[in-house]
């Protein structure tokens, strides 16, 4: 690899390193989706005989912040209203040094471990692929609690 130095206006870095990760877990022909997502559809691969083993591959691949992140949205989906969360409640609940920025980057890192276990992707609302492992709509992610409870499986395996 090679290091790139870079000038990003201070008001768009949460976007760059949120784009950065995109970039970074992406194969040639995957573009990651800008805006709402699922609408809060349950993915088809979350109904597929084997869900509970790619999600636990998908959990197996994730670094130490990504399973906290990704287990926070886990927990937020099966609450009795499930909650959403903006990069700012992910950053106090996460404690991550680099702030709203490395909570970017976490989820980034998230989707080469998603792409890794070969989750599949599906056209999004707004026409583009997407994994619909989590949302993102701009300001806040989210799970959906049909997934959310494939991981907490996954996780007692």
Same mark, same amino acid.
């Given at each position: ?5 870079? !000038?990003?206006?201070? %008001? ?7 784009? !950065? ?7 040639? @022909?995957?573009? &990651? ?8 559809? =349950?993915?088809? $691969?979350?109904?597929? &005989?084997? *869900? =509970? ?5 998908? $959990?197996?691949?994730?670094? *130490? *912040?990504?399973?906290? *992140? ?18 700012? @409640?992910?950053?106090? %609940? ?18 080469? &471990? =998603? ?8 056209? +999004? ?5 997407? %994994? ?6 701009? +300001? %806040? ?5 049909? =997934?959310?409870?494939?991981?907490? @499986? &996954?996780?007692?395996?």
């Amino acid at each position: 690899m090679k290091e790139v130095t870079v !000038f990003v206006p201070e %008001h768009r870095v949460i976007e760059f390193y949120r784009r !950065f990760g995109e970039f970074m877990s992406q194969e040639e @022909e995957f573009t &990651a989706a800008d805006g709402p997502l699922s609408g809060g559809r =349950v993915p088809a $691969w979350a109904t597929d &005989a084997g *869900a =509970v083993e790619l999600a636990a591959r998908i $959990w197996s691949n994730l670094s *130490a *912040a990504g399973q906290k *992140a990704l287990g926070l949205l886990v927990d937020g989906a099966l609450e009795e209203r499930p909650k959403k969360f903006t990069p700012q @409640e992910l950053v106090e %609940h996460l404690d991550h040094p680099n702030g709203v920025s490395g909570v970017a980057g976490v989820f980034g890192s998230a989707g080469r &471990a =998603v792409r890794k276990a070969r989750a599949p992707r599906y056209p +999004s609302n707004n026409g583009k692929q997407w %994994h619909f492992v989590w949302d993102w709509d701009g +300001s %806040h992610y989210w799970m959906v609690p049909e =997934v959310a409870a494939l991981f907490r @499986e &996954a996780q007692a395996l």
